[in-house]
């Protein structure tokens, strides 16, 4: 039985029904609380059962978000941002740089269940303190791709394995301005999405083969960590994780102990990458740049590709067939509020 309780929300689940009860009349004896029966709707996030599993996404809360900045009306567009868009501090400045932060700031909540818009979130967010009419045309731009896509989330079904897997990339020197690379990772338990990141390295990076390897350190931690919640809700995969990255020069860094006198100035995340890989809690593997799920939050892609991406991550509309009992594991959810 696991419960997750969040200020005065409280999330229910387990598998055995006498002791999710037994544990209800237990808080009903000690608070003031409201049973609200199965999982429908949780902090903006709306739950749907399917026949295999789970549909989540947040199609209320992107409705509201469209009617406050009135573009309801707006005409869709099939990606967030054009293939070719960069982005810099110079030009017009906005107006109004409080309606672009508050719309910028809503945005954000979306991406728990809205990936597909990391990227764009992350790169609009840089410019809070020196924000241009162009910056402003961009993030109507995201508005307008949440219109045509409202109803999208991720979908979570019985997996058929049970092994971790981490896609990392990062692409290298994409600010202009600064230099930073952008790098971004996601997670897989099987072939459903856990975990996404989309960020601005720090520290500007003095090859391709740093920025990418700063970005395989950042997705092994990340990594890690999953594997001890796991180990902790006594589901940890027997496999050891596995890493993919589509660099063969920060790859090689982290099968080879030799080459660490020429990485010095990445010494941390050379020495932290090589004792997980050396001591088989690890394990990084090369994959076709075709085949990087993790594109998609590095940088704007045209149409194709960004829609085969947003499929990989399990990315979509609604299903079409619903329905109202949940059979995954025979898991009873509730939602408890005080």
């Known amino acids: 039985m696991y419960l997750l309780v969040n200020v005065d929300d409280l999330l229910l689940t387990g598998n055995q029904d006498h002791m999710l009860k037994s544990f209800i009349k237990c808080l009903h004896n000690t608070f003031a609380i409201k049973d609200l029966g199965k999982l429908s709707y949780f902090l903006g996030l709306e739950v749907t059962y399917?026949?295999?599993?789970?549909?989540?996404?947040?199609?209320?809360?992107?409705?509201?978000?469209?009617?406050?900045?009135?573009?309801?009306?707006?005409?869709?567009?099939?990606?967030?941002?054009?293939?070719?868009?960069?982005?810099?501090?110079t030009g017009d400045p906005y107006d109004d740089p409080t309606h672009y932060r508050s719309i910028v700031g809503v945005l954000q909540y979306l991406t728990i269940t809205r990936p597909d818009i990391s990227y764009a979130i992350n790169q609009v967010s840089q410019f809070l303190n020196a924000l241009t009419t162009s910056h402003f045309l961009e993030v109507k731009r995201i508005l307008r791709y949440i219109k045509g896509t409202i109803a999208y989330g991720l979908h979570f079904s019985k997996p058929t394995t049970t092994s971790i897997i981490g896609f990392s990339d990062a692409d290298w020197?994409?600010?202009?301005?600064?230099?930073?690379?952008?790098?971004?990772?996601?997670?897989f338990l099987g072939d459903k999405l856990v975990s996404w990141s989309a960020k601005k390295q720090p520290t500007v990076s003095r090859s391709s083969c740093e920025s990418e390897y700063r970005a395989m350190a950042n997705t092994a931690a990340e990594i890690i960590w999953i594997t001890h919640l796991l180990q902790?809700?006594?589901?940890?995969?027997?496999?050891r994780p596995t890493l993919l990255c589509d660099n063969q020069s920060a790859?090689?860094?982290?099968?080879?102990?030799?080459?660490?006198?020429?990485?010095?100035?990445?010494?941390l995340d050379y020495h932290f990458i090589r004792e997980?890989?050396?001591?088989?809690?690890?394990?990084?593997?090369?994959?076709p740049s075709k085949l990087q799920v993790t594109d998609i939050f590095t940088k704007s892609l045209p149409r194709p590709q960004f829609e085969a991406l947003r499929k990989m991550l399990r990315l979509g509309p609604p299903p079409s067939r619903l329905r109202?009992?949940?059979?995954?594991?025979s898991l009873n959810y509730l939602i408890i509020s005080r």
Not at 51 to 74: C, R, T
Not at 173 to 185: I, K, N, P, Q, V
Not at 251 to 266: D, M, W, Y
């Open 50 to 89: 399917t026949n295999n599993g789970l549909f989540l996404n947040q199609s209320k809360y992107a409705g509201e978000i469209l009617e406050w900045a009135k573009m309801v009306d707006a005409k869709p567009v099939h990606t967030p941002l054009p293939s070719n868009v960069s982005f810099s501090s």
């Open 173 to 187: 020197a994409r600010c202009l301005e600064t230099r930073r690379s952008t790098y971004g990772y996601s997670i």
């Open 232 to 239: 902790e809700l006594h589901a940890l995969p027997s496999t």
């Open 251 to 267: 790859l090689f860094l982290t099968q080879n102990p030799v080459s660490h006198k020429r990485v010095k100035h990445l010494e």
């Open 276 to 287: 997980l890989v050396s001591s088989g809690r690890l394990y990084t593997k090369f994959i």
């Open 324 to 329: 109202g009992i949940l059979t995954y594991h």
